[in-house]
């Protein structure tokens, strides 16, 4: 772990401005101000919250463009992708106004010799641990369910994106929402430990690494705490026939290259046909060759960007050459230079399946290639994975890739799309990548207490 929060440019490696880390003294007024706003926000209408909810949801799109650039300096996202991602973070926050209201609503049962009802009551407060890849996206689809079931949120963001946890903040602030509900915390791995353990804490909502999740998961569970795991994942995205392979090719290279590679739901593992292998795999080298070093500022057309920091670039070229000392083809990429984030697109084959770097997530722009003569080999590939969190399959046939795809053990498949985006459908998975749901109104239904009350007639 770093010595405190820092924006570190990814491309130019400079640290441009430094936050400390909070006291001890400051961690114990935090969590009584937290416990002391749940007294207040527990009873506001969940109209009322839906009104502030709403409010920020329009703020995080009106403020999109200066959110990006925060984003694109912290963790060097391109400007579009970042607006792409703030408007879409709006979004989740509108929907969680629109339909909290009507799911959270008492239920009535029907008993004999008496009245029944089941009421969603809130919990208190739940602190969220939240990663720099998405670094606003990642907490609207936290906090928007949350904040509707009447919680409080303790948010803990990446050491290198305290200004996006600030400036959501600022956002939720500005809607109207009471002083303690949110609060942006800049704590010390010692001290998340403590707050988990807090009575006054009532669970924990992490998204990031497998050994974070195992971590967070030992201190919840010592703690007899409920928590939501969202752990990443090595996707599989099987290409069963194509009309037209260099499109299919460009469509797989655009989602694996999306975020600098650095999404949870990447396409982490392609897995191609052998009849249509050999053009496939020329057609991605080609591609990845085409590309050359863009600011992420003034993104081009068929440029790279910095990964979120240097030690990102160090860990993934690792990765990358312990492959290839296993017996993996690097057919082209993976340059790094001296210092900065810069990662040349790779593409790489022929990864022996159940080597030790098969199983690892490759979190940056690296196009995993494996070839397959079979349906069936496909979808052993596909399941011989630690991680279950998305997928794809393609194929001209829609009923022959749907009988594929229900084969998939993974939390969400998808059928000749790469990812569809929507808060609508719930998302998590399955295995390591972790448990609970986000998004949709599943996610209402984590850290809530689903209360009945029964009336004896």
């Given at each position: 772990?770093?010595?405190?929060y820092?924006?570190q440019?990814?491309?130019?490696n ?13 961690v114990?007024e ?6 002391e ?9 969940i ?6 909810v709403?409010k920020?949801?329009?703020l ?8 990006a650039q925060?984003?694109?300096?912290e ?19 509108q929907f ?6 009507e ?18 009551l ?5 602190l969220?641990i ?8 990642q907490i609207?689809?936290?906090?928007g369910?949350?904040l509707?079931?009447?919680?409080c949120?303790?948010l ?8 996006s ?11 109207g ?12 791995h ?25 971590k ?5 569970g010592?703690n ?7 752990l990443?994942?090595t ?8 009309a037209?392979i260099k499109a ?15 999404a ?9 046909m ?5 053009e ?18 003034t993104p081009?057309?068929?440029e790279y ?12 070229k ?26 040349s ?5 022929d990864?022996p399946v ?13 196009a ?7 349906v ?6 596909a399941n011989?994975s ?11 046939d ?31 998975g399955?295995?390591?990548s ?5 998004l ?17 007639d």
């Amino acid at each position: 772990m770093s010595n405190q929060y820092r924006v570190q440019n990814p491309w130019t490696n400079e640290v441009v401005e430094t936050f400390d880390f909070l006291t001890d003294e400051q961690v114990e007024e935090t969590l009584a101000k937290s416990a002391e706003a749940f007294k207040t926000w527990r009873t506001t209408s969940i109209e009322e919250r839906a009104e502030i909810v709403g409010k920020a949801a329009q703020l995080l799109k009106e403020r999109a463009t200066e959110l990006a650039q925060i984003a694109a300096e912290e963790m060097g996202k391109p400007i579009p992708e970042g607006e792409w991602e703030m408007n879409y973070s709006g979004d989740i926050m509108q929907f969680y106004a629109d339909n909290a209201p009507e799911h959270n609503a008492p239920k009535n049962v029907d008993v004999p010799g008496g009245k029944a009802v089941v009421r969603r009551l809130p919990l208190g407060t739940i602190l969220g641990i939240m990663p720099w890849n998405y670094p606003i996206y990642q907490i609207a689809r936290f906090a928007g369910p949350n904040l509707m079931n009447g919680n409080c949120i303790l948010l803990k963001h990446a050491e290198i994106t305290p200004k996006s946890g600030a400036a959501f903040e600022q956002i939720l602030k500005d809607a109207g929402l009471p002083e303690g509900v949110f609060i942006n915390i800049y704590a010390t791995h010692d001290q998340i430990e403590t707050i988990i353990g807090d009575p006054r804490v009532q669970g924990v909502s992490l998204t990031g690494s497998e050994r974070a999740g195992a971590k967070v998961a030992e201190i919840a569970g010592r703690n007899l705490k409920k928590c939501v795991l969202e752990l990443g994942g090595t996707d599989p995205y099987i290409i069963l026939d194509s009309a037209d392979i260099k499109a299919s090719a460009q469509e797989a290279w655009d989602k694996r290259v999306h975020n600098a590679g650095q999404a949870c739901t990447s396409n982490k593992r392609i897995i191609v046909m052998d009849d249509i292998y050999d053009e496939f795999v020329d057609a991605m080298v080609e591609i990845a060759e085409g590309y050359t070093k863009g600011d992420p500022r003034t993104p081009g057309e068929n440029e790279y960007f910095p990964m979120s920091s240097r030690r990102a670039a160090e860990i993934l070229k690792d990765q990358i050459d312990r492959s290839v000392a296993a017996g993996a083809t690097l057919r082209t990429g993976a340059e790094i230079d001296d210092t900065t984030a810069y990662f040349s697109p790779a593409v790489l084959t022929d990864l022996p399946v159940g080597s030790e770097p098969y199983y690892e997530e490759f979190f940056g722009p690296v196009a995993e290639i494996y070839k397959v003569s079979s349906v069936e080999e496909a979808v052993d590939l596909a399941n011989n994975s630690y991680q279950g969190l998305g997928g794809a399959v393609f194929s001209q046939d829609v009923e022959k890739a749907t009988e594929v795809a229900d084969q998939i053990d993974t939390g969400m498949i998808h059928v000749n799309l790469g990812q569809y985006f929507s808060a609508v459908l719930p998302f998590g998975g399955v295995k390591r990548s972790g448990f609970g749901r986000e998004l949709s109104v599943f996610a209402l239904d984590e850290f809530v207490n689903k209360q009945y009350r029964y009336i004896n007639d």
